[in-house]
């Protein structure tokens, strides 16, 4: 029986300490609740701290003509306009208070000259948003929330999982857990939860993203019975590594063509000139001139084609590979030595500005990033998609759940801007926090339901049942190299056909697969259950991007290379059906207020 | 493709043993790699702990031929490969299985560092102005990315066992990002002398050696607070002007 697990009480429960759980967990409990924070690995290392380039928010220290208007409308048409506007509107506003509230916690940004946070530039922001340290700003962010938080109370479960959302008829009245070390289940009771598990990466051979990064939160909420949102929508960053292969797929951060790096491609030439979408056109330098005069701060300068949006950089590259114009090692070259043709102190400028790259490559690569280019490819970074939530409150579809940071969906819409996802952690970590103390105030604990408990560990130990059985990494590895392969950069309705019948086998598989050894922290059974989430979310994203029949952002189909406006219209959502299946509805985007319509035509 | 061989510490608090595992080296593989790729191919229950694989969250610290190390950053072409690889866990923690040890001291002890307190801000927008060459040392000691191999090495943790007297050099560097932070406005120097103990560090710079971030923990951060310290209770002509000045 239930009773027989150990059982803690919180008025909220976070799941998950990256930026957005951290910063829900501190909200909730300067609310005067108590809370409780688990999360899989230990304090700090949660995937943020990985975070390179900087947070985006219109404080405009660099340059004065930024607003949260500008900072709207630039996340919009990043997004392509099938974002939540409500929450681009409430993001871009919030930011720059959220950033000063690090400040005041202690966090050091780099400073202007005047001795304010400094701001750089990246992709799809108009003008310098991007408030950093040097290319390790998560670090920086991680720390001063755990650092801070540490100091509130807050109690923290540290390399614990969550296997389950309990539920209490419709509501979500906690959480089951194990914990790694000695895999003993653990019952967290909660009047709320909010879920801040990060993205889903893992999904694919090649990404940015840790081991954690298995979209266990967009599969906990989904087997709640909440709604997904926007799952099709997957961001291809342009720029990993590609060379070794052991290194394939870590992160080169756009902090690099923030600076001044420029992409080429085999045959010497500066190929993002070639294909400059419409729709950019005016904000794009036309020689590569202007381009250096942007990066250096000619604020009459229009921003180098390497700074357009990741879904436009990460499909030109494809292309020049694709035409056989690749490095040997199948990606482009990408180069900042090239900026002392343009600056005497070159070498020290790129290591002051960008220290983390300088060692990544140094020691991963033997390549020296002031003197040589890189070899650089897309690699899967970041999910758009996510939990269904309220743009103001972070209320999933289910009562008492609440979801905050990269698992939740909107803020997005069909392509991130690089630096939106730190700020949106904060924004709406913080919202989540608030508004989960806020039903936790209004409503007791529910009652724990010891049959799904049971059945949940009855589930969770089958791995150790088996005398024969497969291997639980095997099939990870087979699920990573079909969706990549076939649920890629580029998609066509046939291979997703094919991805669909791979993943429902890959189900059955998974069923049989086999723990090696004793429940103590013990890797091939916390894989052979994480197998679970993976498939959710694969299935997921493949039947979204089935249906979605058209090319935008995130989402590019051969079959259906244009946008079309029809689909312009539409967010897609995926919900548990009567018999446990995914189902998928298409809903209409609400209209845009009246000035949040005008401040888009404005800014063209 | 070349084979290694790796001699992996198995085990727990009850005792273990070195086991041997033959695998293939792939051009530009770091110890990491490998160690995942024995746990994928021929040891499921392996423990041990990663998250970046890029030398950014400081998960995957470990005894690498007997030198701390995180694993994510050594390249297999830096050791002999004539020889086996050995893997053991950090040394100055309780051991959990395998690769993985208890740290979860080091997260008591921050708790125990008073925390950042920052002046009113300056302007009247509520933030405040600082220099970047203010900042400087400050963000060196930030760079922390909490792997402990500092810890691992302080001979006053790691054979001395002082861990209830010594926070260790890791919450030295922390304590100093906080001192010399300029916006803060709290006082840890008796903490430091009494709590601390920072007089048991006798500057062997152990820790600065094997630091991944290269924080000059030792000149940067200890010697720099032990002056401090050493001015505020021990010089008579600071402690008589102390009387008249107010903390900046
Ligand atoms: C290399 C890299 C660089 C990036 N650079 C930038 C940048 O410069 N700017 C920017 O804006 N964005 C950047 N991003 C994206 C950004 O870092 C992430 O989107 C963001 O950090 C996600 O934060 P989060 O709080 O939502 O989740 P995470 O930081 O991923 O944290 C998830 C937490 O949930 C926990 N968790 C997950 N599942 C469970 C479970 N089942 N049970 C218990 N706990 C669980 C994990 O342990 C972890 O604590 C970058 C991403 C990468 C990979
Ligand atoms: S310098 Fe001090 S803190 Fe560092 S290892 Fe030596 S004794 Fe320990
Ligand atoms: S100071 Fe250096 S060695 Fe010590 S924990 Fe921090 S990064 Fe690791
Ligand atoms: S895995 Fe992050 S430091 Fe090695």
Not at chain 1, 122 to 131: E, T, V, W
Not at chain 1, 302 to 309: A, D, G, K, V
Request: glycine share 10%.
């Amino acid at each position: 029986m239930a009773a027989e697990y150990q059982t803690f009480e919180h008025d909220v429960l976070v799941i998950g300490a990256g930026g957005a759980g951290l910063r829900a967990a501190i909200e909730a409990s300067t609310a005067g609740v108590s809370v409780g924070l688990v999360c899989k690995s230990l304090l700090g290392k949660a995937h943020t701290v990985m975070a390179e380039g900087g947070m985006a928010a219109a404080m405009a220290n660099v340059d004065d003509r930024d607003n949260w208007k500008v900072h709207f409308s630039d996340t919009m048409r990043g997004g392509q306009y099938v974002n939540n506007w409500r929450m681009a509107e409430l993001h871009a506003k919030e930011a720059p208070d959220r950033v000063r509230e690090l400040e005041a916690w202690g966090a050091v940004f780099d400073r202007t000259k005047d001795g304010r946070i400094l701001q750089r530039n990246f992709g799809g922001h108009k003008y310098p948003r991007l408030a950093h340290v040097g290319d390790r700003t998560g670090l920086e962010m991680i720390r001063t929330l755990q650092d801070h938080g540490i100091h509130q109370g807050i109690e923290v479960y540290m390399e614990v999982t969550v296997i389950a959302l309990l539920k209490d008829g419709d509501r979500v009245v906690g959480a089951f857990a194990y914990e790694r070390e000695h895999g003993r289940f653990r019952i967290f009771k909660a009047k709320a939860v909010i879920l801040a598990t990060g993205g889903i990466g893992r999904a694919y051979k090649i990404t940015s993203n840790s081991w954690e990064g298995t979209g266990d939160g967009h599969s906990l909420a989904f087997d709640a019975g909440a709604e997904l949102l926007d799952m099709e929508f997957i961001q291809f960053h342009p720029t990993g590594m590609v060379y070794p292969p052991s290194v394939r797929g870590i992160l080169v951060t756009e902090g690099v063509r923030g600076e001044g790096g420029i992409l080429k491609n085999s045959e010497g030439r500066r190929f993002m000139f070639d294909d400059i979408p419409a729709n950019y056109k005016d904000q794009t330098s036309d020689t590569p001139e202007e381009g250096w005069r942007y990066v250096t701060g000619d604020k009459n300068a229009r921003r180098p084609p390497e700074l357009l949006t990741r879904d436009h950089v990460a499909r030109c590259i494809v292309r020049e590979v694709k035409a056989g114009r690749g490095t040997p090692n199948g990606g482009v070259y990408l180069d900042i030595a090239w900026i002392k043709e343009k600056i005497s102190n070159a070498p020290e400028h790129i290591k002051k500005k960008l220290p983390s790259m300088y060692h990544q490559f140094k020691q991963l690569a033997d390549l020296d990033i002031t003197t040589e280019p890189m070899e650089v490819g897309p690699t899967t970074h970041y999910i758009m998609g996510g939990i269904r939530v309220d743009a103001d409150t972070q209320a999933s579809t289910v009562a008492g759940l609440f979801a905050a940071g990269e698992c939740a969906a909107g803020i997005n819409g069909a392509n991130r801007l690089g630096g939106n996802s730190l700020s949106d952690l904060l924004v709406f970590g913080k919202r989540a926090g608030e508004y989960a103390a806020k039903f936790a105030q209004e409503n007791d604990f529910g009652q724990i339901n010891s049959e799904q408990i049971e059945q949940t560990v009855k589930w969770a130990l089958e791995p150790f049942e088996k005398q024969t059985g497969e291997n639980p990494f095997e099939i990870q590895h087979e699920l990573q190299e079909m969706m990549q392969d076939l649920v890629g950069i580029v998609r066509t309705e046939d291979e997703m056909q094919r991805a669909l019948i791979g993943v429902r086998e890959l189900r059955k598989r998974s069923k049989n697969v086999k723990a090696t050894g004793n429940i103590d922290f013990n890797p091939s059974w916390h894989t052979a259950l994480d197998l679970h989430n993976l498939l959710n979310v694969s299935e997921a994203i493949t039947l979204a991007a089935i249906e979605r029949k058209e090319s935008r952002g995130g989402q590019f189909r051969d079959d259906y290379p244009a946008k079309d406006a029809e689909f312009g219209k539409v967010n897609f959502t995926i919900k548990k059906d009567a018999g446990g299946e995914m189902k998928i509805e298409r809903v209409t985007i609400l209209e845009m207020p009246a000035e949040l319509k005008q401040i888009i035509e404005e800014m063209g | 493709m070349a084979k290694a061989t790796f001699k992996i510490w198995r085990g727990d608090s009850s005792g273990g043993e070195f086991k041997s595992y033959d695998t293939e080296i792939s051009p530009g593989m770091v110890v990491l790699d490998a160690v995942l790729q024995i746990q994928g191919e021929q040891a499921g229950d392996l423990a041990c702990r990663w998250n970046c694989k890029a030398g950014k969250c400081g998960s995957c610290s470990a005894e690498i031929n007997g030198n701390p190390k995180l694993m994510c950053m050594t390249r297999m072409n830096t050791l002999p490969q004539d020889a086996p690889i050995t893997v053991e866990p950090m040394k100055a923690f309780p051991l959990k299985k395998d690769l993985v040890t208890d740290v979860s001291w080091n997260y008591r002890v921050k708790e125990k560092i008073k925390k950042f307190k920052p002046r009113p801000p300056d302007a009247t927008d509520g933030t405040w102005r600082m220099v970047q060459e203010d900042i400087d040392r400050v963000q060196e000691f930030r760079k922390c990315i909490e792997c402990f191999l500092c810890q691992d090495v302080c001979h006053v943790l790691r054979d001395h066992h002082k861990h209830e007297e010594f926070i260790g050099p890791r919450f030295l560097v922390y304590a100093a990002a906080l001192e010399m932070h300029p916006l803060d406005t709290e006082d840890r120097l008796r903490d430091l002398k009494d709590e601390s103990n920072i007089g048991l560090c006798n500057i062997t710079k152990c820790c600065t050696k094997v630091c991944p971030e290269g924080i000059t923990i030792t000149d940067n951060a200890i010697i720099p607070l032990k002056e401090r310290v050493v001015g505020e209770f021990y010089d008579p002509i600071t402690r008589f002007l102390k009387l008249f000045r107010k903390k900046r």
